[in-house]
């Protein structure tokens, strides 16, 4: 079953703004992770959050996971143009290696 | 950070010929996995390659259509065989790294099939 599922799929802001994208998960995990991809290209790694953690901070970038909810959260404070691409997360199961993403928020920051 | 690189960068092919698409690891690791990318969608696992080993392959993947060999711990080829139009995705390879088992990935493979 599909892991991972982001929302908005879909959010447009204008540059200096905040963007927050939400992550909701299925089953337990050990850590979640988050990637941004530009237009086609591949994938980059953003943060790791650990099963117990409850948040974490990386430059502009602000996650958070609540795992009673299975939920995530990636905040990026201060947005510029160069944000614009899209954001994964990502869920390994607990025991597993099978990575599962979500469908991924589209995020345009407009200059 | 793992570096991951990815051969070709991107390809034009027709109809019913294959294509590999070949991946490189700066250091040893023990898993790498392939992922495809439908136009506008999300990562989806086509199979885990494990050296020394036949690769483990996901549901709706099967390896006479997507080969992959794994001759070392540093790189991994997958081929896409007999292509249509519907095999047209991005395909990256990734790899685990580090003791929180960070996921990395490659550039990607771009392939349009006509």
């Known amino acids: 079953s599909q892991q991972g599922e982001e929302d908005p799929q879909a959010l447009s802001i204008q540059e200096g703004e905040n963007a927050t994208m939400n992550c909701s998960y299925k089953?337990?995990?050990?850590?979640l992770q988050w990637y941004r991809q530009n237009s086609g290209r591949g994938l980059v790694h953003l943060i790791l959050?650990?099963?117990?953690?409850r948040e974490k901070h990386s430059g502009r970038l602000r996650v958070t996971l609540d795992t009673s909810k299975k939920s995530s959260s990636l905040l990026i404070t201060a947005s510029r143009a160069a944000d614009t691409a899209s954001y994964f997360c990502?869920?390994?199961?607990?025991?597993?290696?099978?990575?599962?993403f979500g469908a991924g928020t589209r995020l345009f920051v407009k200059a | 950070s793992a570096v991951i690189s990815q051969k070709p960068s991107r390809d034009i092919c027709q109809r019913g010929t294959s294509l590999t698409i070949q991946c490189q690891v700066d250091?040893?690791?023990?898993?790498m996995f392939w992922y495809r990318q439908q136009p506008g969608q999300s990562l989806t696992l086509i199979a885990t390659?494990?050296?020394?080993?036949?690769?483990?392959?996901e549901s709706g993947f099967v390896i006479d259509k997507f080969p992959i060999s794994r001759p070392n711990l540093t790189f991994s080829t997958l081929t896409v065989s007999n292509m249509s139009p519907e095999d047209s995705s991005i395909y990256l390879c990734?790899?685990?790294?580090?003791?929180?088992?960070?996921?990395?990935f490659g550039p990607g493979t771009r392939l349009l099939v006509l």
């Open positions: 089953t337990s995990i050990n850590n």
């Open positions: 250091s040893q690791v023990t898993m």
């Open positions: 959050i650990r099963s117990n953690e």
């Open positions: 990502a869920t390994p199961p607990t025991g597993g290696f099978k990575t599962i």
């Open positions: 990734s790899v685990l790294r580090g003791v929180q088992e960070t996921q990395y």
């Open positions: 390659a494990n050296q020394g080993s036949e690769a483990t392959y």
